[in-house]
C-alpha cells in the first residue's frame, strides 16, 4: 500500500488529488489497445445514482468518469452519462433508481451505499457498480468481495480504522476520553464507529458515542461533544461529511483534535487522517466499469476493489488554530 505524507492547505490539496489523479491514469489498468477498442466502439450509456453531495462523494463520481475516459469511454464522444443525486432523500432515491434502469443503459453506478442498494433492488439484470460502500456484504450488494457473484461490483472505501485511531490517540497521547460521532441511520458508519470503540475501549480510552440524523443536528451534536471529551474521532459519514465545515467552526473554538475517516473531511473541518482519495477510488471503479462495458469482464467475477493509496493527510490551518504542530503527526506504522 502506497503511503505519502501530506501537510495541506486547502489550496494544496486541490493541487495534490489533481496530481494524484493524474498518477491513477498513469498506472492504472488501461492501456493503449483498450482505449483504442472502447473509442472506436459505438456509444454505451451510464446511469450514476448519487446519495448526497459532498465533496468526498463528488470526487468519487469525478474520478469515475476519469476512469472512464482513460480506457477510451468519453462522456460526449461515445459515452453518455444520465447523473442523478437523491440529495440524501430516501423518495429521491427509489424514483430515481426507478428511471435509471427504465432506460436500459449499459451499466449503472450507485455512488455511496444507499445508492447502491436502490439500483439493486430495481434490476438483477443491468451491470452495476458502486463506489464509496464500506461492507458491501453486509449492505446486501454481493455475495462475497472476492466472488460478487451477481450483477454488482465495485470499490470499498473501508478505511483502517486501528490505524487511525492510533493516529489520533498519537496526537493527542494523555488523552482520557475520546468521542465519536457518526449517524446511526448509516450502516456504513456504525460499522466504522463500532471499530473505532472496541480500538479505543482496548487502548483504555473512555468512549463518549453521539449520533445525528440529519446535517441540521451536527452542529449541536459536535458542540455538546466537545464538552466531554478530549478529541473526537469522525468515521466516513455522508451526513457528517455534509456539515463538514460547521465542525471545523465549533472544534477550532473548544480547540479539540478530529481525527476524520476521508481527506475531505479533514480538509473542510478536521485535523488529521490517514485515509482515502476519494478520487483516487473513483478512478479504479471508473477502469472496473470499462472492463465490463468492453466485454473483458463481467460484474460476477471481479472481485470488489479497496483503495489502492492511503494518506495521511494534516489541515495545517486548523493545526495553527489548535496549537499543534505539523511536524509532529506521523503516519501510524
Do not use: W
Not at 450509456?45 to 463528488?58: A, C, F, I, N, R
Not at 470499490?155 to 485511531?165: G, L, N, S, Y
Not at 441540521?216 to 459536535?222: A, G, L, S
Not at 460476477?300 to 490551518?317: C, F, G, K, Y
Amino acid at each position: 500500500m502506497k503511503m505519502k505524507k501530506l501537510v495541506l492547505t486547502a489550496a494544496a490539496l486541490l493541487a495534490t488529488i489533481s496530481l494524484g489523479a493524474c498518477g491513477s491514469s498513469d498506472n492504472g489498468s488501461s492501456g493503449s489497445s483498450t482505449s483504442g477498442s472502447a473509442a472506436d466502439s459505438e456509444n454505451v450509456t451510464v446511469g450514476v445514482l448519487q446519495l448526497v453531495e459532498h465533496d468526498s462523494l463528488d470526487a468519487s463520481y469525478e474520478g469515475f468518469l476519469e476512469g472512464l475516459a482513460n480506457n477510451g469511454y468519453v462522456e460526449g464522444e461515445n459515452l453518455t452519462v444520465n447523473y442523478q443525486n437523491a440529495q440524501n432523500g430516501q423518495d429521491n432515491l427509489m424514483s430515481m433508481s426507478q428511471q435509471l434502469v427504465s432506460e436500459d443503459p449499459d451499466l449503472l453506478l450507485g455512488i455511496a451505499t444507499l445508492a447502491a442498494q436502490s439500483l439493486v433492488n430495481q434490476t438483477t439484470e443491468i451491470p452495476i457498480t458502486f463506489t464509496s460502500v464500506t461492507d458491501p456484504v453486509d449492505a446486501g450488494l454481493v455475495a462475497s468481495e472476492e466472488e460478487p457473484g451477481g450483477n454488482v461490483t465495485g470499490t470499498t472505501d473501508m478505511v483502517p480504522i486501528d490505524k487511525q485511531i492510533a493516529l489520533l490517540l498519537s496526537i493527542v497521547p494523555d488523552a482520557k476520553t475520546v468521542g465519536i460521532m457518526y449517524n446511526s441511520g448509516e450502516s456504513n458508519s456504525k460499522i466504522q464507529a463500532d471499530l473505532a470503540q472496541a480500538a479505543l475501549e482496548d487502548a483504555g480510552i473512555e468512549v463518549v458515542v453521539k449520533t445525528a440524523t440529519s446535517t441540521n443536528d451536527v452542529q449541536q451534536v459536535t458542540e455538546s461533544l466537545t464538552s466531554q471529551v478530549d478529541a473526537i474521532y469522525i468515521p466516513t459519514d455522508n451526513t457528517f461529511a455534509s456539515a463538514a465545515a460547521i465542525i471545523g467552526d465549533v472544534v477550532k473554538e473548544s480547540k479539540t483534535p478530529v481525527v476524520t475517516g476521508s481527506v475531505d473531511q479533514t480538509t473542510n473541518g478536521g485535523l488529521a487522517t490517514y485515509g482515502i482519495d476519494y478520487h483516487s477510488l473513483g478512478v479504479q471503479t471508473g477502469e472496473m466499469a470499462a472492463r465490463i462495458l468492453s466485454g473483458e469482464a463481467t460484474p460476477a467475477d471481479t472481485p470488489v476493489e479497496s483503495a489502492t493509496e492511503l494518506e495521511l493527510v494534516i489541515n495545517e490551518d486548523m493545526a495553527e488554530a489548535l496549537g499543534i504542530d505539523p511536524s509532529t503527526i506521523v503516519a501510524p506504522e
